[in-house]
């Protein structure tokens, strides 16, 4: 145990000096937003299917569009708590400019050039439409500032080191999709990009990255108990119209009540277009099958 | 006077043989009420997405068992000592004995939302929509914070 935490910390060493031009941030090319003009009511509909209020909402607040902060994500690595990412200008993110924004969203850069821990989900919106990102800025906007401080995170060496995320980001982060689109690009973009279902749906490797041999195969769940269903065809025998409706009305086909996390998922997408949810629908039903 | 009929169906989910399992007996009749919701909404649910017809009487009646099941006492079916912490064979989260208030009202808005179906369901399939819309959200408040996935 005491060698194999010796061979970590070396690892850890050795990837900070050798694989700084690895683990150096890479930020967005501003000139790409040129141009773009957001539109608030748009962005509403790119952040209710992206689930920003899922993380970013007090936890046990009534008010899910506050967006102060403070749920937790416990992972094998320490104990992560989403920030305050209201328009109040200290406590918030108001001080920050687009570009900024879209390097947190899309590249998990930080202003001063640190990177996020993937907890935040920017390895799914980094295929995120410009005009999108655009939009959704344009919304959070009009949000109420909080002015409660973000809470520390609970991460113990060598995670804490924000530079050994750059290294992790290079071996895993990608913006290709994984599943041809065939005839449903929204799906794809609903279901890999805003919505990054395969978040919670696919299994991770040891180092905490989805398995993408094993696309949506289900996962053990990451807060404790019990597993996060798979929804491949060899698991999952719903018709496409069974799983719009349960994105709908959280109702499965038997009549069972959805619960956990998946309760937020379902309740954004009951704010959707019934086109969104149906696309959704035909990209789980279009999944392949896994072979165990 | 619809209790001892949901009762009666109460006895009927037990007695499968997929429930006889060596879990202790409120275990198994809390989550046998569970099952005669399900039942229900299925009925109702059905008619609402029009892949079964609309028939006012079976509305009314599964309307009606919903409310039955929400006039059951909760008490005797959650002792301590029951949550997924303790046990195998359930997904009751031990949250819910620190917040028992809460899990109670919780409980309370499922019965409200049962009601107003009730009143409902038997004028006409497009009042089915609305009120499973309300029920699923009592389902789901719940699930969301005192039920671990499978």
């Given at each position: 145990m005491r060698s194999f935490l010796k061979l970590l910390v070396l690892a850890a060493i050795v990837g900070a000096g050798i694989g700084l031009w690895v683990t150096a941030p890479n930020r967005v090319d501003a000139a790409r937003f040129d141009g773009l003009t957001g539109d608030a009511a748009r962005g509403e509909t790119v952040f209710t299917a992206a689930g920003c209020a899922s993380c970013h909402h007090a936890k046990g607040s009534e008010d899910k569009l506050l967006l102060t902060g403070g749920m937790e994500f416990v992972s094998d690595f320490g104990t992560f708590y989403a920030p305050n990412i209201s328009p109040h200008p200290e406590a918030?993110?108001?001080?920050?400019?687009?570009?900024?924004?879209?390097?947190?969203?899309?590249?998990?850069?930080?202003?001063?050039?640190?990177?996020?821990?993937?907890?935040?989900?920017y390895t799914a919106y980094t295929k995120m439409q410009d005009q999108d990102l655009s939009d959704l800025w344009a919304y959070m906007q009009t949000l109420d500032p909080s002015d409660v401080a973000s809470k520390p995170h609970d991460v113990g060496f060598p995670f804490n080191i924000r530079r050994s995320v750059g290294g992790w980001k290079f071996l895993f982060m990608s913006d290709d999709y994984v599943i041809e689109a065939a005839d449903n690009e929204r799906g794809r973009y609903l279901v890999e990009t805003l919505a990054h279902?395969?978040?919670?749906?696919t299994p991770r490797n040891p180092l905490g990255a989805l398995d993408k041999a094993r696309w949506m195969g289900g996962a053990p769940n990451p807060s404790g108990s019990g597993t996060i269903p798979a929804l491949t065809p060899d698991k999952l025998d719903w018709s496409a119209a069974d799983v719009a409706y349960y994105l709908e009305?959280?109702?499965?086909?038997?009549?069972?009540?959805?619960?956990?996390?998946?309760?937020?998922?379902v309740e954004n997408f009951a704010a959707l277009p019934a086109e969104d949810r149906e696309a959704v629908a035909a990209y789980i039903k279009a999944l392949p099958p896994l072979d165990e | 006077m619809k209790t001892p009929f949901a009762a009666l169906a109460l006895l009927a989910v037990l007695g499968t043989p997929a429930l006889a399992q060596d879990l202790p007996q409120p275990v198994k009749a809390r989550q046998?009420?569970?099952?005669?919701?399900?039942?229900?909404?299925?009925?109702?649910?059905?008619?609402?997405?029009?892949?079964?017809e609309y028939d006012a009487e079976a509305a009314q009646a599964a309307a009606d068992s919903l409310v039955a099941v929400s006039s059951l006492s909760q008490g005797a079916m959650w002792?301590?000592?029951?949550?997924?912490?303790?046990?195998?064979?359930?997904?009751?989260?031990?949250?819910?004995w620190g917040n028992m208030d809460d899990f109670t009202s919780k409980w309370a808005d499922f019965g409200e939302a049962a009601t107003a179906m009730a009143a409902a369901a038997g004028t006409g399939r497009d009042a089915l929509g609305p009120n499973m819309g309300a029920l699923g959200n009592a389902c789901k408040a719940c699930h969301d914070t005192y039920r671990a996935p499978e």
């Open positions: 918030g993110i108001g001080g920050w400019s687009f570009e900024d924004f879209a390097n947190a969203v899309t590249r998990g850069v930080s202003p001063e050039g640190q990177h996020y821990y993937p907890a935040f989900p279902c395969a978040e919670c749906h009305s959280g109702f499965t086909p038997s009549f069972d009540a959805v619960g956990g996390h998946m309760a937020e998922v | 046998g009420q569970f099952n005669i919701m399900a039942l229900n909404l299925g009925v109702l649910g059905g008619m609402a997405r029009g892949t079964v002792p301590d000592g029951t949550d997924d912490g303790s046990i195998a064979g359930t997904r009751a989260k031990a949250d819910i």
